[in-house]
C-alpha cells in the first residue's frame, strides 16, 4: 500500500455562534463568505445538534441565509450559527477556479463525514479528490478539528482482487439458492 500524501491543504477559521438576526448583519461584499454550520433541537439528535452545513459561495452569508428563512421559523429553539472563513483567519473573496473548487471540496467533506440531518447532497459521496485535508480552527463547536480523505485514497487497493473472489466462492462453496448470492455477483445473476 502507498502512502498517502497531503496534495491539497484547506484552512477555515470559525466564529460564531450568531443568531439569525446576527448573520443578516453579515453582509460586508469583500470579506462575508464561506461555509456555515446551523445547529438547533433535533427530535432524534437532541438540543445543540448539528442540522445543517451550507456555504456561501457567490453571495454573502446574509444573502444566504434568506433562502433558510422559511425552515427556520420552525425550529423549536433559536438556530446558533457558525461561520468559517477561508484561509486561517484571512478572510477571502470569493473568486476564480480554486475558491470555487476549495469551497465545495471543503462542504463536500463536512456533510460526508458529519452527515447533518437536515442535508441532503454529499452525504453518501465523499469529495473526488486525493490526498485532501481540511483544518477547521477557532470557534468550529463540534466540528472535528481536521478531516481527510487518507482512508478513501487507500479504498481502492484494498478491493478484493477477482482471482481472491473466486477462490473464496469455491472455499466457501456459496450457493446460489433463493435470496442468497455468489459472493461479488450482482443481482442480475
Not at 439569525?20 to 453582509?27: F, G, R
Not at 469551497?103 to 486525493?130: G, Q, R, T, V
Not at 470557534?139 to 477462490?167: C, G, Q, S, W
Request: glycine fraction near 8%; include cysteine; hydrophobic fraction near 35%.
Amino acid at each position: 500500500m502507498n502512502t498517502p500524501s497531503i496534495n491539497h491543504f484547506i484552512e477555515i477559521y470559525w466564529e460564531g455562534p450568531f443568531t439569525v438576526e446576527e448573520v443578516k448583519d453579515k453582509k460586508d461584499e469583500a470579506v462575508d463568505y464561506g461555509l456555515y454550520q446551523i445547529y438547533g433541537n433535533h427530535e432524534v439528535h437532541g438540543p445543540q445538534s448539528l442540522l445543517y452545513i451550507g456555504m456561501a459561495n457567490e453571495q454573502t452569508f446574509s444573502r444566504r441565509f434568506a433562502s433558510h428563512k422559511n425552515w427556520l421559523v420552525f425550529e423549536s429553539q433559536e438556530a446558533s450559527i457558525y461561520l468559517g472563513y477561508f484561509g486561517n483567519g484571512q478572510m477571502k473573496t470569493p473568486g476564480g477556479k480554486g475558491w470555487h473548487n476549495q469551497i465545495k471540496y471543503a462542504e463536500e467533506m463536512l456533510i460526508y463525514y458529519c452527515s447533518p440531518p437536515y442535508n441532503s447532497k454529499s452525504l453518501f459521496s465523499h469529495p473526488d479528490i486525493s490526498g485532501l485535508v481540511l483544518m477547521n480552527y477557532g470557534f468550529k463547536f463540534r466540528l472535528p478539528f481536521t478531516l481527510n480523505t487518507f482512508a478513501n485514497d487507500l479504498y481502492d487497493e484494498m478491493v478484493i482482487p477477482f482471482d481472491k473472489v473466486e477462490y473464496l466462492n469455491t472455499k466457501l462453496k456459496v450457493k446460489k439458492e433463493g435470496n442468497w448470492k455468489k459472493f461479488g455477483s450482482t443481482l442480475r445473476d
